[in-house]
């Protein structure tokens, strides 16, 4: 399985008036995951949609353990769990020093440009 991580650091925007990380932003950071996962296989979402292809979030879930709050430096570990010729499935955890503090999932399908299901590249939906 393709697995990868990244550093994040909370910012004073992303967080509510407790000052903790605002469970919304939790989906811009799975997104920052899967774009490095895929920039560290030598690729970009534009080069996937310079060929015509579109990867579009068809399910996600989240499951919240612990809050994170202003500055926390957070780890987040995205692993490829399943391809399809059409679909993507990621699985993401949240650390802060070690601790697993939020973990989730997403589906993502691949449309042309008329938003309609197309097969994916053979090394984007090949075993990974």
Sequence with gaps: ???GEI?????YAETDRMGLLHHANYLVYFEQARTELL???GRTYKDIEDQGYYLVIAKIE???RSPAHYDD???IRTTVTRTSPIRLEHKYEVFRTGTLIA????????VDREGKLQAMPDWLSGPQ
């Design 7 to 11: 550093q994040v650091r909370v910012r």
């Design 62 to 64: 989240i499951k919240y």
């Design 73 to 75: 430096l957070l780890t």
């Design 39 to 41: 920039r560290d296989q």
């Design 103 to 110: 973990e989730g999932t997403s589906t993502l399908a691949c």
């Design 1 to 3: 399985m393709l697995t």
